[in-house]
Nanobody
């Protein structure tokens, strides 16, 4: 089983920056058993949406709303995935969830594992 734990959420003013980190672990955990990792977010009353994902080979996909403002990266040596968020807007306010999928040929596979989420609040 894989556990994902997020950190780095909080309150920030519009135009500010935050960095979210997610660490993967588990009994007999092996990063080779993890494919695409990424971040999704869910605002109150809305569905959970993709923010950014990154494949094992480093191919990234971003939601149109965050392109040019967010950068996703991963460090397989440390079993982590990081989301650098800049020029934050009030509409970025949501619970952000770390995700991981088993190895797949799909560039955007459905996640198999989720973190508990971390709140990001952007004030106007």
């Amino acid at each position: 089983q894989v556990q994902l734990v997020e950190s780095g959420g909080g309150l920030v003013q519009a135009g500010g920056s935050l960095r979210l980190s997610c660490a993967a672990s588990g009994t007999f955990f092996n990063i080779l058993n993890i494919g695409t990792m990424g971040w999704y977010r869910q605002a109150p009353g809305k569905l959970r949406d993709l923010v950014a994902i990154i494949s094992r080979s480093g191919v990234t996909t971003y939601a149109d709303s965050v392109k040019g403002r967010f950068i996703i990266s991963r460090d397989d040596a440390k079993n982590t995935v990081t989301l650098h968020m800049s020029n934050l807007k009030p509409e970025d306010t949501a619970v952000y969830y770390c995700s991981a999928a088993k190895p797949s040929t799909s560039l955007a596979p459905n996640p198999d594992y989720w973190g508990p989420g971390t709140q990001v609040t952007v004030s106007a």
